[in-house]
């Protein structure tokens, strides 16, 4: 198994340029969510999705969409980037949405930067 | 709502130092606790975790303890060695909506020097 890969690794944008940062998992998980990891924040959840055709907000989600057409992938869109989107932004998986003490798989990052 | 309180880094600890990593939160219920990693330039993998209280997680000579009386989820290590060096981060996840979330300390970076 792959695990959870994301794609790219590194990204550098313009201001108001679009996006799609790419997310797949190869572990037949139901959930799937994106972070954004900015220094001295730790991690903060941008969206989640507890199956193919669910999605919901997560704690700061204002200026990315998102869809889950199949299980394996979740993509990320940036629409208008902005510089308050610099981050690194990682994609997780888990087996099971409705279990507390299931773990969270983390893919390796994509490091964004907007000029 | 949900939160997580782990002490302030960086820490810079000599081999084979002892370790302690305070970590507190706040929920409602009887959420699940972890510890995550993150060595430079990875992700975050999964150390130890501990779903019910008076738990004991453990995992590479790490140790933790769900603590309900003190809402605490202390990290420790008897002997840290160089390859310990990363980003430790603190992590509750409790249900809401549906579906579980999980809520991260802002992580504790820890430097081993020989």
């Known amino acids: 198994n792959a695990g959870v890969t994301q794609t790219p690794k590194f990204q550098v944008l313009k201001t108001g340029q679009s996006m799609t940062l790419q997310c797949a998992q190869d572990?037949?998980?139901?959930?799937m969510s994106w972070y954004r990891q900015d220094p001295g924040m730790g991690l903060r959840l941008i969206h989640y999705?507890?199956?193919?055709?669910?999605?919901d907000q997560g704690e700061v989600p204002n200026g990315y969409n998102v869809s889950r057409s199949t299980t394996e992938d979740f993509p990320l869109r940036l629409l208008s980037a902005a510089p308050s989107q610099t981050s690194v932004y990682f994609c997780?998986?888990?087996?099971?949405?409705?279990?507390?003490?299931?773990?969270?798989?983390f893919g390796p990052g994509t490091r964004l930067t907007v000029l | 709502g949900n939160s997580v309180t782990q002490m302030e880094g960086p820490v810079t600890l000599s081999e084979e130092a002892f370790l302690t990593i305070n970590c507190t939160y706040t929920?409602?219920?009887?959420?699940?606790l972890f510890w995550y990693v993150q060595y430079p330039g990875e992700g975050l993998q999964l150390l130890l975790k501990?779903?019910?209280?008076?738990d004991k997680g453990s995992n590479k000579g790490f140790e933790a303890t769900y603590r309900k009386e003190t809402t605490s989820f202390h990290l420790e290590k008897g002997s840290v060695q160089v390859s310990d060096s990363a980003v430790y981060f603190c992590?509750?996840?409790?249900?809401?909506?549906?579906?579980?979330?999980?809520?991260f300390g802002k992580g504790t970076k820890l430097s081993v020097i020989p």
């Open positions: 992590a509750l996840s409790s249900s809401g909506a549906g579906s579980y979330q999980l809520t």
């Open positions: 572990m037949n998980h139901e959930y």
């Open positions: 997780a998986s888990s087996y099971w949405a409705k279990q507390s003490t299931d773990t969270q798989y």
């Open positions: 929920a409602t219920g009887y959420p699940s």
């Open positions: 999705s507890v199956g193919a055709g669910i999605t």
């Open positions: 501990a779903t019910k209280a008076d």
